[in-house]
């Protein structure tokens, strides 16, 4: 062989072994040590995918379900599908968020009108803990509105399922990593948690499920995406008034059935506003809880039987340790206390319904919410004065409750000084030009102003596919068709969002309540 062949060879043997020595160490460098745990490995597995690379001019928004026609009416005739939460890891850096994406042509995709409803805002998800007549049907309405606006996604109904919840973790998480990663607008969703409809597995597990899973969000997702919660309660006596008014009242005028003598009636409720109370202590922070036999509530205190064609009490119907699970005590524990306290300290904005004005504004601070205008729902719905609504029949058996709304109401002062640095600044400058903008408008009274037009309303699903409408699919949301919550609350048919100039004679079912 010639010299210079010889030298040609001598070459390329070095750079074999120069490349074979540089990929050994890389590999030494990124092994996964025998045993390790997910979190390495995923460390691991990340530090070798390579870099995202920056989206393309249009980039089409994610889409992991079919965008036609049909298929749209037909999710929202049928129960959603659920698989399993898939494990969490940290997100990508997140890129400059890429440029509209073109509508698909199969479905109507449409974004906020910047001029008329505000740009969009950042990622976000925000959980509402809702207890039993303290503001929560007003909160709810309001998050209809904001849908109905353009402006945010409620996919889940107040009651979710383990399987709704799971799911709905899932699917979230997943595309808050594709908009981290450029790959689709910024999902703006709220969730309610309430309870009992359609399921109470939310509001059961919201201390030891659904709370911690919201932070585990939040911990992922700190700098690309707001996670925040909320939780209102309210003074005692209002809050007992409110709900005998609303749920017992009624039960008390029920005619006698001797079949069902346990479901109606003075002799199993009371007789009046004090003989139910009585029986059902610390309602809000046992709701809250939510293991301390929250049914109870809103059934009869007396256990009831004939007694020569009449109905007589033979004693109460609730017994401390009679019952089991869940039912088996509802007295407040020390235990249970501290449980109260953890929760409460968790929570981002923890107010009080007197001060509802004030925490819808720092509810719009702290999520990016807009239009914050709303009327009072409810009101009206509480009962005369039967002569023994007194406020000592209910401080004796609300201690726990009242140290909730004494804690929650120094929780919302120290917020307010931590937001807008005092208490009185914050009444200047936000609240009172807040209040002052009040207006009324057929028959009901605004707070903050009148409401902008919604450009979409909630119609029956059947109703709109004879009109032959076309639904919206938002470019915020994550779940298909609006998710859960897009099954009416009342009543039970699906239900879609559509244009509301394409569907001025088709009845508004949901979102219209502020209109």
Not at 186 to 192: G, M, Q, S
Not at 240 to 253: D, E, N, T
Not at 460 to 482: C, F, I
Request: glycine residues 8%; hydrophobic residues 35%.
């Amino acid at each position: 062989l010639s010299g210079a062949r010889w030298f040609q060879i001598t070459i390329a043997a070095a750079l074999i072994i120069v490349s074979a020595i540089a990929c050994v160490r890389i590999h030494a460098q990124h092994r996964i040590p025998r045993g390790a745990s997910e979190a390495t490995i995923e460390v691991h597995r990340r530090a070798l995918e390579p870099a995202p690379r920056a989206p393309a001019a249009v980039a089409p928004p994610l889409r992991r379900y079919s965008n036609t026609r049909t298929e749209i009416f037909r999710r929202a005739a049928a129960p959603p599908m659920f698989a399993p939460q898939e494990p969490s890891g940290p997100p990508a850096p997140p890129p400059a968020p890429p440029p509209p994406a073109p509508p698909p042509t199969t479905q109507r995709t449409e974004r906020s009108s910047a001029s008329s409803l505000g740009a969009p805002e950042a990622c976000a998800l925000h959980v509402f803990r809702h207890v039993s007549k303290a503001g929560g049907t007003t909160v709810r309405f309001f998050f209809d509105k904001l849908v109905t606006l353009g402006e945010w996604e409620y996919p889940l109904p107040y009651g979710a399922s383990e399987a709704a919840w799971v799911e709905f973790v899932k699917t979230w998480r997943r595309e808050a990593r594709a908009y981290a990663r450029g790959l689709r607008d910024a999902p703006k969703t709220l969730v309610e948690v309430r309870g009992h409809m359609p399921d109470n597995w939310s509001a059961r597990h919201f201390l030891d499920r659904v709370l911690p899973d919201v932070e585990a969000l939040r911990d992922e997702f700190r700098g690309s995406c707001s996670v925040t919660t909320s939780f209102l309660t309210r003074d005692p006596f209002s809050q007992y008034k409110s709900f005998y008014g609303y749920y017992i009242k009624k039960m008390q005028a029920k005619a006698v059935d001797f079949e069902r003598l346990n479901e109606g009636g003075e002799a199993a409720f009371g007789a009046n506003f004090a003989e139910w109370a009585v029986n059902v202590p610390d309602m809000q922070t046992r709701e809250l809880l939510h293991d301390k036999c929250v049914p109870q509530m809103r059934e009869g205190g007396y256990e009831v039987r004939p007694t020569m064609g009449e109905p007589t009490r033979i004693g109460k119907r609730w017994r401390e340790g009679a019952r089991g699970g869940d039912c088996d005590s509802i007295t407040i524990s020390d235990e249970d206390w501290t449980r109260v306290e953890d929760a409460l300290s968790r929570f981002d904005v923890v107010s009080t319904m007197e001060r509802f004005n004030e925490f819808m504004l720092v509810l719009g601070r702290v999520t990016g919410m807009k239009h914050l205008q709303y009327s009072h729902s409810n009101k009206g719905r509480e009962t005369s004065d039967d002569g023994t609504m007194r406020p000592d029949v209910i401080a004796n058996i609300t201690t726990h409750d009242e140290a909730l709304h004494a804690y929650a109401d120094k929780a919302f002062d120290k917020l307010l000084v931590d937001l807008y640095g005092s208490v009185d600044a914050f009444k200047r400058d936000e609240y009172q030009p807040y209040v002052d903008a009040t207006a009324q408008h057929n028959g009901k009274s605004f707070v903050g102003g009148i409401p902008e037009p919604s450009p979409y309303k909630w119609v029956k699903a059947t109703d709109a596919e004879v009109q032959g409408l076309t639904p919206v699919q938002l470019p915020m949301w994550v779940m298909p068709n609006g998710g859960g919550q897009a099954w009416a609350y009342a009543g039970g048919d699906p239900v879609v969002m559509v244009r509301r100039d394409e569907a001025e004679s088709l009845r508004c079912v949901k979102g219209c309540t502020f209109d």
